[in-house]
């Protein structure tokens, strides 16, 4: 088991303490609302996706730190992406995160390796996934992502629009 | 840290010798990660002792068969131990009559009970049941149910800021259509101890029946359903250290003869044909099929470990253990307890500023502290006090108050990691 402490690293706790695009987005192409029943983690996301490459982005909510810094980390990561560059990310985020993807093979994540601690930390892994469940309800148009429901949208296959 | 004096140990009980207690709890030996465990999760479910599991072993290897049917030697064995556990419980509650016990599953099976056997029999449109904002979804959930189906209605007690239930507000409730009250004993997420002896009276003065969810205070407060004169009380065995699947419903005798069963079945019948079917005397009306009976033995001897240590000799070294926690925190700044009840069982629910619950018990865990995180299946609760969720240390007697002290620098370590 990877020592958990390695969880709260200092780039960690310092996009809890100081969120990157932390905020809401008045003219947004895309937005999404996650939130995680179990915890009661609840986030808002907008994107703004414009020529193909998401040009802003902006969260804001109420959740624990795991949730809050993953938040902030990929919005910093995805802002001048492209819609399928980000979702390469989701993917390999949500499989470093569930153990399916050895950290040191997920070659796009760079710093977002840092969340992969989670893995043996089964409650703790939804609330590092949901900003991304929640990136991806927003690039699918579904209004809500819920690491809960049955028709949570990270089982639909990545890319449907 | 600091160290206890020896004063405190005794303070206002009989002795009570916490290190023999532990050593009778195999699973407090246990270290994670190299720290010894400090599990502070009791509310959810208490650890068993090795004369409950040496009494499941003993069922399992030499008694097991199924009960109240064949003639053999073990049919018979096996239906006196469980009619025995039956009486176990029945005393632990200090019930009138053992056929007042109704093995259940939990607590939750149990309450299931009384809304299928009383509540869709003689609650019906309009009618009003009474709940309370501290009810566990398992009290809330089967009524909401029942409300549904016959067009009934939901009047919910108000709490203050301690945690506390407004009583006027509960008297006012009542009213013609009020045909039932649903309150349990102990909040289970903020640890207030409800004044339910003088509910239960009110409620009788105006010809209303009582449920009581016991599932918190059954493992904490010495228990006599005669003296509180309830008509229900349920509780469940994996929070009194036995097992988890089984539970029990006590009832008047006279409200369970009136009522209609709640599963059909074996067991619960005296004949059957096609054309009628006539239901077995109580308890077993609502016993249907094959009960949980290695559970019922061991909640039996459960509920006799706990009587033999004395409820009130638990109840006096939890309260130590409350006081002293309660001490503590409050000390610390940026940590606030929510359910500040004048009357608690040992359940300490707290908030840590600025530190989401699911991340103090993430950190906790890391020092081998176990405590719930989460709405403790109390969203309504959670709502009142405006957080989305707490950290919920809940002690049982094996607990100790080094504990506490573990406890208390494992919160100083958390607000160190978030500074």
């Known amino acids: ?74 919005t910093a990561a995805v802002k001048g992406r492209t819609r399928e560059e980000a979702e390469m990310l989701i993917r390999e985020f949500r499989d470093m995160a569930t153990g399916k993807l050895d950290p040191a093979r997920a070659l796009h994540l760079g710093r977002l390796a840092v969340f ?46 | 840290m600091r160290t206890v004096a020896p004063a405190r140990q005794s303070r206002g009980a009989p002795a009570f010798d916490v290190e023999r207690v532990r050593a009778d709890f195999p699973i407090l030996k246990l270290k994670l990660a190299g720290k010894p465990l400090v599990y502070l999760d009791n509310a959810a479910s208490s650890q068993m002792p090795q004369p409950v599991i040496d009494r499941i072993v003993r069922y399992r290897t ?48 149990a309450i299931n009970l009384v809304m299928h056997g009383y509540g869709r029999k003689f609650i019906g449109k309009d009618d009003e049941i009474i709940l309370t904002t501290l009810e566990h979804h398992s009290n809330i959930v089967p009524w909401q149910m029942l409300a549904e189906e016959k067009g009934a209605k ?3 007690v108000p709490v203050n800021d301690a945690g506390e239930l407004e009583i006027d507000a509960y008297e006012k409730l009542f009213n013609e259509h009020t045909r039932f009250v649903g309150v349990m004993h102990v909040s289970n997420a903020l640890g207030t101890v409800n004044p339910i002896k003088a ?32 008509d229900f009380y349920a509780f469940s065995g994996h929070k009194v250290c036995g097992p988890t699947g089984v539970g029990a419903l006590y009832g008047k005798a006279a409200v369970l003869e009136r009522m ?29 099929g094959t009960p949980p009976i290695a559970g019922a033995i061991g909640l039996g001897a459960a509920v006799e470990y706990l009587s033999a240590l004395g409820m009130d000799a638990i109840a006096a070294h939890e309260l130590d253990l409350l006081n002293y926690a309660t001490e503590e925190i409050n000390r610390m700044p940026g940590v606030r307890i929510i359910g500040t009840a004048e009357k608690k069982a040992a359940v300490l629910s707290f908030a840590i500023e600025g530190v989401h619950p699911h991340d103090v018990g993430t950190l906790l865990n890391q020092d081998g502290i176990a405590v719930r995180t989460g709405h403790h299946c109390a969203q309504p609760v959670m709502k009142r006090f405006g957080v989305p969720a707490t950290s919920r240390a809940s002690f049982a007697f094996y607990n100790t108050l080094a504990e506490v002290d573990a406890l208390v620098a494992g919160i100083r370590n958390v607000q160190k990691v978030f500074t």
């Open chain 1, 1 to 74: 088991m990877a020592d958990p402490k390695a969880l709260y690293q200092e780039v960690i706790l310092d996009h809890n303490r100081k969120p990157r695009n932390w905020g809401a987005l008045a003219h947004a192409s895309h937005r999404a609302e996650g939130h995680n029943p179990l915890c009661g983690d609840h986030l808002k996301l907008a994107l703004n996706v414009d020529g193909g490459r998401i040009e802003a982005i902006a969260f804001e909510g109420e959740s624990c730190a795991i949730c809050k810094a993953s938040a902030s980390m990929m």
């Open chain 1, 116 to 161: 992969a601690g989670v893995r043996d930390l089964p409650t703790r892994v939804k609330c590092a996934i949901l900003p991304w469940h929640t990136l991806h309800a927003a690039f699918n148009a579904v209004a809500s992502a819920t690491t809960e429901a049955e028709d949570d949208p990270m089982h639909a296959p990545l890319g449907n629009a």
């Open chain 2, 62 to 109: 030499t008694q097991h068969s199924n009960i109240h049917r064949a003639v053999h030697t073990l049919s018979e064995t096996a239906t006196r131990e469980y009619e025995e556990a039956r009486s176990k419980v029945a005393r632990f509650i200090n019930a009138r009559e053992e056929r007042e016990v109704i093995f259940t599953s939990g607590t939750t099976d």
């Open chain 2, 154 to 156: 939901i009047r919910v």
């Open chain 2, 199 to 230: 509910m239960i009276a009110f409620a009788h003065a105006r010809g209303v029946p009582v449920l009581i969810d016991g599932a918190q205070a059954a493992p904490h407060l010495k228990l006599d359903v005669q003296d509180l004169d309830c």
């Open chain 2, 260 to 288: 209609q069963p709640f599963k059909g079945g074996g067991d619960m019948i005296l004949s059957v044909t096609f054309e009628k079917t006539t239901y077995n005397t109580i308890p077993f009306k609502f016993e249907a």
